[in-house]
T-cell receptor
């Protein structure tokens, strides 16, 4: 069946980096989105990737490997305010299939 | 202010009651969505409307129905709530581009608790 998988939790340290992984298995693939959702708040769009490789957007970068069904969101120079859940969603044949999100916990 | 607005923020009700949630967007978008987010944070799309026409209708129970008066409003009605309907309901909007790669803007959500 179709699915998007993400680890439930990830811990890192302020000032360092964190890599949030997303693997997917879908019948079609048009692209993949990343959203940030802080506790009790709405998801906020971060990035959309279609092509393989690394897309550098400063604080947030995204990587995609379509042949491996894999993407990651890379956050650099972590700040405490980056603590949130990060959701990936695959655009597949006019369906948007979401992962359950990874809760990123940042320690001082 | 341009954004997606939802009312109410919270709603507590009993099994069998009818509830209605409102959503309005002032972003000038032509597509709106309703999502259900469960306790594990998994988002599931329930409905989407493009220019007042239903374009995605997932296999949700029939007690759920979307209601739209124009492209800026999309309400959600639940005819007879059940305990498993307890969740956060998120409304979103985007510009229609033929797919989901358009950035979606979400409202703050309505948290429903069914006793």
């Amino acid at each position: 069946g179709q699915g998007v998988e993400q680890p439930a939790k990830l811990m890192s340290v302020e000032g360092t980096f964190a890599r949030v992984n997303c693997t997917y298995s879908t019948s079609g693939f048009n692209g993949l989105s990343w959203y940030q959702q802080r506790e009790g708040q709405a998801p906020v769009f971060l990035s959309y990737v279609v092509l393989d490789g690394l897309k550098d957007s400063g604080h947030f970068s995204t990587f995609l490997s379509r042949s491996n069904g894999y993407s990651y969101l890379l956050l650099t120079e972590l700040q405490i305010k980056d603590s949130a859940s990060y959701l990936c969603a695959v655009d597949s044949n006019y369906q948007l299939i979401w992962g359950s999100g990874t809760k990123l916990i940042i320690k001082p | 202010e341009t954004a997606v607005f939802q009312t109410p923020n919270y709603h507590v009700t009993q099994v069998g009651n009818e509830v209605s949630f409102n959503c309005k967007q002032t972003l000038g978008h032509d597509t709106m969505y309703w999502y259900k987010q469960d306790s594990k944070k998994l988002l599931k799309i329930m409905f989407s409307y493009n220019n007042k026409q239903l374009i995605v209708n997932e296999t949700v129970p029939r007690r759920f129905s979307p209601q739209s008066s124009d492209k800026a409003h999309l309400n959600l009605r639940i005819k007879s709530v059940e305990p498993e309907d307890s969740a956060v309901y998120l409304c979103a909007s985007s510009s229609w581009t033929g797919g989901f790669y358009a950035e979606q803007f979400f409202g703050p959500g309505t948290r429903l608790t069914v006793l």
